[in-house]
């Protein structure tokens, strides 16, 4: 058992905190005999990487990636693979303040309740900056999925800012690279830019909703009860820093439907699979993928890091107020698509190597 | 790795299927010492019991619990506690239709694709029975939790059903006990008898949305990054059966605020201890509990065996219309209160006990 | 993690005190479709069965073996796999000596010091009857072998008992079934029998040596580098009551050798797959399985509980004589066998499943 | 599940080949507040240092270890410590023939034949370079040990070279530093080094037995019944390269004792606490410390790099002789001792921690 760890095959430890030398992901599970490129590993890091754009924190990290083992002569080995990712961007700073104050939505005093100790610098090992340690072990998984899977296809998108959410008659795939938000409504990007500006002039942030699907995930993956593929990537993304609530399918909204509206009809299709008229399920029944997109959204709360001042109390219990001054993302949802993507890479190879443990001596045919 | 199990330290194993001989929980970790009265754990087996009223299944199982290792001389002695429920009710009947068709909604489908074999009686593995295995551990755990931390108590409530929501004006611990749906509103389980009612003439179904709290909860448990508090409770609630989307304290709704409104200012309490000016955080922050209420809410969709006929599938890929006869509960959501409770109630123990073996040289302590 | 259960995805949880209503083993990663004959599992639980003959203690048990779960229509379904056995025999009896006393090379005290609560009846869950429910488990194992690798053999002996050891020239496998002690040494079997005959008449009791061989397994199981097939055994032979030793291939006396002995020199079969000259190895390089019979030792130490009195103390502190009457086995090593066979079953069988779960695009050939 | 990794709640996870950029382990669930020194945990690695004397590889590594994460300011903070050493003896040469023929006794085959391709270069990720990383580990350990419970302290030495075995009488623990071997026989420490610079003159190999202690346990450690103090330890030290045999206490020899030979008695010590009369049990009953000192010792195989030429087949399957030159030790054994301490070190803080999350409302007394 390590709590630092995630996946039940493809197993990912990660490790490092903001303002130590490095982090990084120990990455055990991942077959043999997967090509690697390292320049697409660092292509998902770029993604995530800080001061992208206006809306994201102008820390400038170049967050390289030194694939420390388990690939020789370009492919993996099937034995750990180290992903190492060196904090360039330290900067010198007196930190006094943070080291004394605990920052309200920040695990400052819980981390120093439980441990008694902490490393303040940059929140230490609960920044969102372990999330790229996340990201290359994301990239790895992909690699692997494109050699075992390759229909899988994993797409993050971001559907919700604020209130403000997109309009799914206006719901274009090709959009989604085309904007700061990875959102597929590009008329919701225009309308979310000029708001997040306002906000962020203002010191203040928001919160946001990100959507993520995998199309052509085969039937058959998850392990009922408790390795379900929905109970991973609830836990996988309610892991993420901020995030809130998950969803899969119709997710909160369920509640709301009768059984009539809720039950997607089964078909056969041309290609002699299932087809469904419908998917609230988001892809999965009982834990297990039924062959449709498989669909997990997440609610990530504002940034808790404002220069709006907020009372709080010290290490030695007096009362203080705080701004939390810094180069801060105004909307942490926007970096937080490409983490959810890579935790859905790594779910989803993890129970494809599973799936294979635990197939037996005949399979199921429909027809 | 057992993925019919959950939990790190206490580590709870669930196995049997709804119309085998029995089901039950294998529960490893439980610590020594702590006085069991089997009255408890059947008592909230009883809460979860089929046929308590007119709104769930008459199907009639007594649910009565056996302890048949694990616990000497009224108390546990630190080895597994074998928790086994007979299954008495298995109706003799024509499984001809169920075996042949798969019913939407269900797992039907997904288990045959995975495994190419599936126990078609009442869902199998995959029926909400197996809840009743969960609901039998979490009292063991409520009796150690009792034993270890008396401060902690854990209640579930009905907030939502179909489009209908409490008035959190109208909160009334006291109503809870009070009414079919465990819903603190008095008013709202009167409105929701008549709208249930309804539903089920009609043969259809509705979901709901359950909220569980955790009181008296001690700050500093949690394991971050993948042994989060809301990362375990986030796929403790996701694995119950029907189950689409879970929420930590603002839940959602956090995506709608600004950082402002979200962050929990922090002042320090008479004791000594700090307190909140609110709790949009449910209780959590980095993963670790603050000391304040630990609040959780599930979405449970439409029970998805109705009388409205839909079309299906057979196993060999032949078109079908189904109706899932039988007795079924109009709001399965309704007996997932003491389910989503025993989960807490599980969660809760296993991070008190985990929490000794995280714990260092020195303890934090603040002012 | 649970500390009552072991495999990786053939995980095995056994449950039950010696004389508690029941114990077992709760199985999960069976992989389904595999056909259970109940017959089978209950033919090796009879070879552990005590009071078989005059060398095994005279305890009466019927030791039935009942599958509550995860079988269906006589094959596996994926599911969790429950087997009971009741304990029957549970002699009404003044326990009140052992429930106050230590005795000597029991668990008695450190169960005592660990959990300040015991069963001591019979030893609770420290007692070897523990070993029933790891036997119906292997059974389970050896069906599942049975249809993913039907070349797998898998079988266990004696061959040593207190100083004597058999003469490996004499080996012959028709003879392991052919006397009480399951050894392939006829000549020894009857020496044997005399001198336990004595030690019996005596009060005494002796330790012993068995050898479990797995014939027919195929090249490239195990884990490296913490699941590998020689560590897994060892923990695994480890794990059964009263183990002192555990060894691979030439075992101990590998450190009297020299490189140059030990060297398993390797050619091209006649089948296309490698041939060695000799197996020091025990079948196992860098942890993988080379195709070689998998060949594994472990050292039983002689029965505890004996007639001779000797020296202990009482829960009080004070000083006292024991001497611990019943039924005991002269040699608890004999009915170690089937132990030892079920224990290596379980390994082969969870690592075919892992070696799925780990394989990659391509699979490594010879030639 | 990480394949990689061992412990409960001490969980290391070793990376990395012997020529690739770098190794090191990942150790999650340290507990916060232990002081650490650097050089101390390099010194422990200092002594599994090769090139140390003549005995020893003469590949010259400084194997300087860096610590990466998990700690600040001087202490543990309960976040994963990334310990990383750098390969900088990576010899530039023509691998040509390791990389094409197997070399018997080595991993190279099996590793061919699980993954299909493997890092033939020093063995790869199968070479005792990996056991670095695990003595960087334990030195770590023994930290958190020396805080929690500073009567501790591990020692491991070599009780047998090839057949040599030390004179018990002549044991002395100061001698143990005192020469190239860490043997407490200074005779033995004599008689050896000829006989090993006899063998390795002659270009060949000898095997080894090593004995690791750990006094000052207190009683009560080990998780029954499969995560066992001895089974722990029987699978850490089964898991070093090389090892064929793991023994506890009496070992393989408890076969050849009597019940009454075998029973360690029991009597009441003037500090209050138990003291047996003899220690044949190696300080573990039933799985679980006694507080005696508990007593590991294991077998190393003679080095398979030998310069006598030995017989073997290509990845094409053909016939050839193979003579593995390179600058290899001729026992590795004795550089096996310091990786046993490292192993007993961390399974000791692990049970340690562990044992904390398994007590009960009311802990044993005796007296």
Not at 130 to 156: F, N, S, Y
Request: charged share 20%.
């Amino acid at each position: 058992m390590s709590l630092n760890s995630f996946g039940h095959l493809f197993r990912v430890t990660t490790w490092g905190e903001s303002h130590g030398p490095a982090l990084g992901a120990t990455v055990d599970g991942c077959p043999p005999g997967v090509p690697i490129d390292p320049a697409m590993i660092q292509h998902w890091l770029d993604r995530r990487k800080p001061g992208q754009n206006k809306f994201t924190t102008q820390r400038r990290e170049p967050d390289e990636v030194k694939i420390l083992s388990g690939v020789f002569e370009g492919q993996t080995t099937g034995t750990p693979v180290q992903l190492m990712i060196e904090n360039t961007d330290q900067r010198s700073k007196d930190y006094g303040d943070i080291a004394e104050k605990f920052r309200p939505g920040h695990a400052d005093i819980t981390y120093w309740q439980k441990y008694g100790i902490r490393d303040y610098r940059g929140g230490g090992r609960s920044s969102a900056r372990e999330t790229a340690a996340r990201v290359a072990a994301g990239g790895l998984a992909r690699e692997a999925i494109k050699a075992l899977a390759p229909d899988v296809q994993i797409t993050g998108y971001m559907v919700q800012m604020g209130p403000h959410r997109i309009d799914r008659d206006r719901f274009d795939w090709d959009q989604i690279e085309q904007n700061p938000f990875w959102t597929p409504d590009a008329q919701a990007a225009e309308q979310w830019a000029d708001y997040l500006g306002e906000l962020r002039k203002s010191g203040n942030s928001v919160g946001a909703v990100i959507e993520v699907v995998a199309r052509g995930v085969p039937a058959g993956l998850g392990a009922p009860i408790y390795g379900k593929l929905d109970t991973d990537l609830a836990a996988a993304m309610m892991s993420i820093n901020a995030v809130k609530g998950v969803e899969i399918g119709e997710g909160m909204a369920a509640a709301e439907l009768t059984g009539e509206a809720n039950a997607d009809e089964i078909f056969m299709g041309n290609d002699g699979k299932p087809v469904y008229s419908s998917n609230h399920a988001g892809g999965i029944l009982g834990g297990i993928s039924t062959g449709q997109d498989v669909v997990v959204r997440f609610a990530v709360k504002p940034t808790s890091s404002i220069l709006k001042p907020r009372q709080t109390i010290t290490k030695s219990g007096e009362a203080a107020e705080i701004i939390t001054k810094g180069r801060h993302d105004p909307c942490v949802g926007i970096r937080a698509v490409p983490v959810g993507e890579a935790m859905m890479a790594c779910v989803i190879l993890d129970h494809l190597l599973l799936h294979r443990g635990q197939i037996g001596v005949n399979r199921g045919q429909i027809g």
